[in-house]
Structures are given as C-alpha cells and as structure tokens.
C-alpha cells in the first residue's frame, strides 16, 4: 500500500524553527513532485510550497518567501519543509502531497497521494 509519511511536528515556541519530512512507502518519490499543505484550525487546507521531480521549486503562497524552504533527497526518498521564524499563526496540521508530473496548481484533486498530516503547534 502506497504510503506517505509526514514527521517533525511538535511544540515551538515563536521564532524557532522545525524541518518537517516526508517519506514515501511503496512510492518512488524521485518520480512525483511533492507540495506541503497546512491546515488551521476552522481553516481550509492551503498550498505552501512545491517541489518538482528536477528540484525546481515553485511556492502557493507569499507567506512562505523568506520563512520556509523545501528540498528533497531522492535517495532517501524523502522531501522536506524547513520552517524558521514560526508565529503562532503558522499552527496547523502539515501534509505532503505528490503528483506524478510537474508541480501543478494547488487544487487538492490534482495529486495523486496525500500524507495523514504532522501538527505543528507554535505557542509561548
């Protein structure tokens, strides 16, 4: 069974940082572009970032230039979602998502796989 695998969430303090994996099972990710989503509480689920299969990146929102980063390393068939300066407003629920292609728009129905979600709490 096909499987992604988010991890690294937990309990910040505002202004530390976290790097989130992603780690598919049964899944080839060098073939699949993987975007990270976040969900708040009483929110919508919204695309943060993406990176193609090549490691071009292309980012969903203006909230992440600057603070968020993503890469990935094929041979550990994972990728990643490096988080600095985080504000309480960044608490949500963290997924990957991949596509077999390029980087798509951030409409949900367009990847092929989802994650379960990684909670990222940022509260003094």
């Known amino acids: 069974q096909v499987q992604l695998v988010e991890s690294g969430g937990g309990l910040v303090q505002p202004g530390e940082s976290l790097k989130l994996s992603c780690v598919g099972f049964?899944?080839?990710?060098?073939?699949?572009?993987v975007a990270w989503f976040r969900q708040a509480p009483g929110k919508g689920r919204e695309g943060l970032f993406c990176?193609?299969?090549?490691?071009?990146?292309?980012y969903y929102r203006d909230l992440v230039l600057g603070r968020f980063s993503v890469s990935r390393d094929n041979a550990k068939n994972a990728a990643y979602l490096q988080m600095n300066a985080l504000q309480p407003d960044d608490t949500a629920v963290y997924y990957c998502?991949?596509?077999?292609?390029?980087?798509?728009?951030?409409?949900?129905?367009?990847?092929?796989?989802w994650g379960q979600g990684t909670q990222v709490t940022v509260s003094s």
């Open positions: 990176i193609g299969r090549g490691g071009g990146r292309m």
């Open positions: 049964k899944l080839n990710l060098e073939l699949y572009a």
């Open positions: 998502a991949v596509r077999q292609a390029a980087c798509p728009t951030e409409e949900k129905s367009e990847f092929d796989y």
